[in-house]
């Protein structure tokens, strides 16, 4: 009786596809001819020729001697002299937070590598950041830069967050409290965390930054997640490798961003691999800015609970974002395209797309769904809008669960308008249930 419901919900949901996709054919067309554009705005940064090794501030690369004086004097002469290079070459040095500023490139030499402490201590005062999407006066994160201009990470040395002293924190009730004084609409002045809280800090977070380049880098142990820009404009982040376990170890997360190109990087996370997402709840939508104009190219996504995903931060709207020629290969790969979010957040999830992309090996293929669960999932009356998302062209090889996977909130809320054109299923262990939607377009397709 039940496989008899299924095949009549699959029926329903592919009632409306047409008989030639010319129409979704020219959209996708158009939506992908805006791509050149975007990269057109996207100006990595350039630095002066001037260089500031921290070892002439006394850092010392023994991995046990406190750097965090030196960074701080090298990037302030930096900055101070229009910019260029802050060098750390040649050891381990151990460090506290580390703030970006103006013109500054934080270049990190192969064999070298950045140890940050696992004093909480070396974190404070708090600073301005989101948590998950909530405006909160947090511990710094490892990397921070606010309202800079001009400023990078690169090198091909390692930045290591010593991961596993923060993920004991994940048991606390600080994330709840945060979510719970922002309902409330407690200014954020007074959201203080930081010291006798748990709020484990984000590794790198440009925040009301332009022009930032994140380069070459292999990241490993992160507290959080890994790389957060947020409320940026022109950001870069290529040849990035991002290898971390521990819970909510997002690889790379733009929030409430514009103009954002991730290329060529490699990631292997305990949580999404990439989340385009635009705040939280009440608090995102009244800040009520969206994350759009992003693009993710040649990337390779292994180990996490999403390979792309979208959400479920969606309160000020995710648009625009384009991922193609990527590959998703391990049977740690939960979802290879995941889309997620709630009724308690808002927002919406539009114009997306994706092409030619690989899947080796995953659990599920194309995940959506309104009824992400989370504290307070169900509360909030503002269901988001989920829907105009094409893929096509898509190579989906061993899948251990379901090719496709659709789940609106309701049939007055459903998921709308997906397209799904010349992609090939080509092993599933199990058949696709889609409820709760509309308008979904098989097209060309085939083994789902």
């Known amino acids: 009786m039940r496989n008899l419901f299924l095949a009549f919900i699959l029926a329903c949901a592919f009632s409306a596809q047409a008989s030639d996709s010319t129409s979704s054919d020219e959209s996708a067309k158009k939506a992908w001819a805006e791509v050149s554009g975007i990269l057109n705005r996207i100006v990595p940064p350039t630095f002066p020729h001037h260089k500031f090794p921290i070892t002439k501030y006394g850092a010392v690369g023994d991995g046990a ?80 830069a606010f309202e800079q201009t001009n400023i990078a990470i690169t090198g091909k040395g390692t930045l290591d967050g010593q991961g596993k002293f923060w993920h004991q924190w994940r048991s606390a009730d600080d994330p709840k409290k945060i979510v719970e004084v922002a309902r409330k609409g407690v200014p954020v002045e007074q959201r203080v965390f930081g010291k006798e809280h748990r709020l ?85 939508q009244k800040i009520n800015i969206p994350c759009q104009d992003v693009v993710i190219q040649d990337c390779e996504f292994r180990a996490g609970h999403g390979g792309v995903a979208l959400g479920s931060e969606t309160s000020g709207g995710i648009q625009n974002v384009f991922a193609e020629n990527c590959h998703f290969d391990s049977p740690d790969l939960e979802m290879a395209m995941r889309f997620k979010t709630n009724p308690a957040r808002g927002g919406y999830v539009k114009n997306i797309y994706f092409r030619d992309c690989d899947v080796k090996m995953a659990k599920v293929g194309i995940h959506m769904t309104l009824r992400y669960s989370s504290s307070g999932a169900m509360e909030g009356g503002t269901i988001p809008f989920m829907g105009d998302i094409d893929i096509r062209d898509c190579v989906f090889k061993e899948l251990t669960k379901q090719p496709v996977f659709i789940e609106g909130w309701s049939p007055s809320n459903p998921i709308t308008n997906v397209s799904i054109i010349n992609c090939k299923f080509l092993h599933a262990a199990q058949k696709s249930f889609i409820t709760n939607a509309t308008d979904i377009v098989m097209e060309g397709s085939s083994g789902y």
């Open 65 to 144: 001697t406190d750097c965090t004086e030196a960074f701080r004097k090298a990037i302030e002469d930096c900055t101070s002299a229009g910019g260029g290079e802050v060098v750390v070459a040649g050891g381990t040095f151990l460090t506290g937070a580390i703030h970006l500023k103006n013109n500054v490139d934080l270049y990190v030499e192969k064999g070298a590598t950045i140890l940050f402490s696992t004093n909480t201590d070396d974190y404070l005062p708090p600073v301005f950041a989101r948590y998950e999407g909530t405006e909160v006066m947090n511990y710094s994160p490892f990397i921070y």
């Open 200 to 284: 484990r800090p984000n590794f790198v977070v440009p925040f009301r930054c332009r022009n930032v380049l994140i380069e070459d880098i292999h990241i490993v142990n992160s507290p959080m997640w890994v790389l957060n820009p947020v409320y940026c404009t022109s950001v870069t982040v290529c040849n990035v490798t991002v290898n971390t376990t521990g819970p909510n170890t997002d690889g790379c997360d733009p929030d409430s961003c514009t103009d954002v190109l991730i290329k060529d990087c490699d990631f292997s996370d305990g949580d999404d691999c990439i989340s385009v997402k635009s705040g939280r709840d009440k608090d995102g």
